[in-house]
């Protein structure tokens, strides 16, 4: 299973970014898909999951309103549209699968993704 995330760079607080992942090597409409995050000096931390089918959407409070994820399955990719970016959002970017088949997007955690992207850098200047 491969999964190759881009979309990354520099924009100025309160720009947009739009993130993509694509995945390949397995059913990818079968499996929750998640976003996650790394700024320098802390721990990765979640940003959204959107389920399988993705009818179902999580955020983590810190991104709500401002965030939005989304996937294609046809095109087996995942999006993550982001507005109103600020400096404290730049971070390298992670999309990662979600282990469990048909398993849930809620309460998504590092500990139950199987396979991670290598990941995108999103720097927002002040």
């Known amino acids: 299973v491969q999964l190759q995330a881009f979309g990354g760079g520099l ?3 309160g ?7 694509a995945a390949s090597g397995r ?7 998640g976003w996650f995050r790394q700024a320098p000096g802390k721990e990765r931390e979640f940003v959204a999951a959107v389920s ?5 959407t999580y955020y983590a409070d810190s991104v709500k309103g401002r965030f939005t994820i989304s996937r294609d ?13 600020k400096p404290e959002d730049t971070a ?23 396979y991670w992207g290598k ?4 720097t927002v200047s002040s």
Request: glycine residues 8%; positive net charge; hydrophobic residues 40%.
């Open 73 to 85: 399955n046809a095109k087996n990719t995942m999006y993550l549209q982001m507005n109103s970016l």
């Open 52 to 56: 399988w089918s993705g009818s179902s």
């Open 92 to 114: 390298v970017y992670y999309c990662a699968s979600e282990a469990r088949r048909w398993g849930p997007a809620q309460a998504m955690t590092l500990n139950g993704m199987d």
């Open 119 to 122: 990941g995108t850098l999103v």
């Open 27 to 33: 059913t990818f409409s079968n499996y929750a898909m």
């Open 15 to 21: 720009g947009s970014l739009r993130l993509s992942c």
């Open 11 to 13: 924009v100025q607080a």
